[in-house]
């Protein structure tokens, strides 16, 4: 019986030239050499003679496939230790046995699950010419049918796990759903939250919530993403300085929390409505992030969350959690906010999702195979004038009524704090 020690030497001293003919290059160099050291775990629990093993791969010529000497439970064991996407899809491209392999045992998808456990409410996965060749499906066997289906859950699979890393950071952000109370709409709602700015047409822009005598009471935004598959790195809030008020006073809250969800029924465009009647209890909640404290600070209070969070439906939900401050004309707590963003991967047009009620599940549907790349946050300006038309058309109302002599404007006021160029209030976007 060979030892530990006497079988890592071994597998160190193989030929350089053996190695590089079958494996090619260092990076699978290093994972082979991984395989023995999975090999000596699995010796005594799955009854493996190392030493056999080890002549055999010695014997072996670089026209024979190696997995044809391991257990299938070993080879898995070997394969699933690749994390990168590249790695697999490279694997699958050795040999039609390996890649017979990979299909077979779903190794993209288990990749998938593992970044993001959370995939485990995928019910099947669309292509776009999915269902147009239904004819063609007429007269075939079963285990054709299926496997066109493994084929497709790896091509799915192997675009999304590679959208993960690849795909550009954008501002996910593209409309306001709703507030939980607002004080004075429509001048102070939720949709002014989407402007970075703090001032637009000479007059205050925020969101207002309505005033409490008890600074614990909560607030709430909702927000809707670009896309129906977004994975969120980081979110900002700006709270509202009021510098038309004594003491330019700070409207934040005491801590903030967020969610990431779906809607259970499609969201219809609050244009127009009061968007304070969207109860919680129309959306499902499947992430939420710790609290964040907050600082009473004029300026984007950027939180990153622990990990990546991959939200399927679309939907940000910012929860403000206590007040700090209170306004002297009547003494109540208010919570005021300029401005929200979140920052992230955008899987839109590459991937949708359908959900299917009440279960919560979904359909994976890939929608192109193509990669957003740089020029995707070159469009952003353009998306976000287009999100935020009804805004800008409620300030051009708001210049006619002043013209009018119907408005009190109050002037505009910048000390040497505030004004700061919007350059600084701009995440740094990074892969």
């Known amino acids: 019986m060979v030892s530990s020690s006497s079988s890592l030497s071994l597998s160190l001293s193989l030929s350089p030239l053996w190695v590089w003919s079958f494996v090619g290059n260092w990076a699978l160099f290093r994972w082979f050499k991984k395989c023995f050291y999975i090999l000596v ?17 010695l014997q072996m ?24 996407p590249a790695d697999l899809v490279r694997l699958s491209s050795v040999s039609r046995s390996w890649r017979h ?43 054709f049918m299926e496997w066109e289906n493994l084929e497709r859950e790896h091509r ?23 507030a939980s109370s607002t004080d004075n709409y429509p001048l102070e709602s939720i949709r002014n939250t989407l402007e970075p700015r703090d001032i637009v047409a000479r007059r205050a822009s925020y969101w207002s919530s309505k005033g409490q005598s008890n600074p614990a009471v909560p607030e709430t935004l909702i927000y809707k993403l670009d896309s129906d598959i977004c994975v969120i790195t ?26 990431l969800g779906h809607a259970k029924v499609p969201v219809q465009d609050p244009v127009g409505e ?7 209890d129309n959306f499902v909640w499947t992430y939420t992030s710790p609290e964040f404290p907050m600082a009473q600070e004029n300026r984007l209070q950027r939180f990153e969350l622990p990990e990546p969070a991959l939200c399927i439906g679309g939907i940000l ?8 401050q209170r ?21 839109w047009p590459a991937f949708s999702a359908e959900i299917i009620e009440p279960s919560g599940k979904f359909v994976l549907k890939a929608q192109a195979y193509t990669h957003p790349g740089p020029s995707l946050p070159e469009e952003e300006p353009c998306r976000l004038q287009e999100a935020s038309l009804p805004r800008l058309a409620g300030n051009l109302e708001q210049i006619v009524n002043m013209l009018r002599g119907q408005v009190v404007m109050v002037e505009e006021f910048r000390d040497g704090e505030n004004d700061e160029s919007d350059e600084d209030d701009e995440f740094e976007f990074a892969d």
């Open 41 to 57: 775990r699995f010796r005594v629990s799955r009854r493996v003679k190392f030493d056999n093993c080890v002549g055999q791969f």
């Open 61 to 84: 010529e670089t026209s024979v496939d190696f997995l044809n000497y391991l257990d299938r439970d070993v080879s898995l064991k070997i394969f699933t230790r690749l994390e990168d």
């Open 101 to 143: 392999f990979v299909v077979a045992n779903g190794l993209s998808k288990q990749l998938c699950l593992r970044m993001f456990p959370c995939l485990d409410r995928v019910v099947c996965v669309t292509e776009p010419n999915c269902g147009q060749n239904k004819s063609l499906e007429v007269g075939c066997s079963s285990k």
């Open 156 to 178: 799915v699979y192997s675009f999304l796990a590679r959208g993960f890393s690849s795909f550009p950071l954008t501002e996910c952000v593209s409309d306001a759903i709703s």
């Open 234 to 259: 980081e979110i900002g809030v700006h709270p509202f300085r009021a510098y038309f008020q004594l003491g330019y006073p700070i409207y934040s809250a005491k801590a903030v929390r967020f969610r």
């Open 274 to 280: 009061r968007p304070d009647c969207c109860p919680d």
């Open 317 to 324: 939900q910012v929860e403000l959690l206590g007040r700090v």
């Open 327 to 347: 306004q002297d004309i009547d003494g109540l707590f208010y919570i005021c906010i300029c401005h929200v963003r979140a920052v992230g991967r955008s899987f």
